[in-house]
């Protein structure tokens, strides 16, 4: 059963950066597509964007232009760089293949405030 770790969250003022990091482990992470989801308070999950096995990149329209996908298929790792950060992308963010596996990880608790 795969096992989905993500890091690198944190609080960060409007107009700020941050890397996020999820390892993956317990299944062959480089077939899958992956992606990044959020959750906010009071709304649904929501991907935010994916990434093929072969670097082919999608994202919502929320994040276009402000956040980049990208994986290491060595390390099993998939990214996701926020940058140009907005009080509306506070949420909690997870990685999962896409489409997503029943199963997530705790996620990391993203906080754009000033």
């Known amino acids: 059963q795969a096992q989905l770790v993500e890091s690198g969250g944190g609080l960060v003022q409007p107009g700020g950066s941050l890397r996020l990091s999820c390892v993956a482990s317990?299944?062959?992470?480089?077939?899958?597509?992956m992606g990044w989801y959020r959750q906010a308070p009071g709304k649904q999950r929501e991907l935010v964007a994916r990434?093929?096995?072969?670097?082919?990149?999608n994202y919502a329209d929320s994040v276009k232009g402000r956040c980049s996908i990208s994986r290491d298929n060595v390390k099993n790792t998939v990214y996701l760089q926020m940058n140009s950060l907005k009080p509306e992308d506070t949420a909690v963010y997870y990685c999962?293949?896409?489409?997503?596996?029943?199963?997530w990880g705790q996620g990391t608790q993203v906080t754009v405030a000033s």
């Open positions: 990434i093929t096995r072969d670097g082919s990149t």
């Open positions: 999962n293949r896409s489409p997503p596996l029943n199963s």
């Open positions: 317990g299944s062959i992470f480089s077939i899958y597509v």
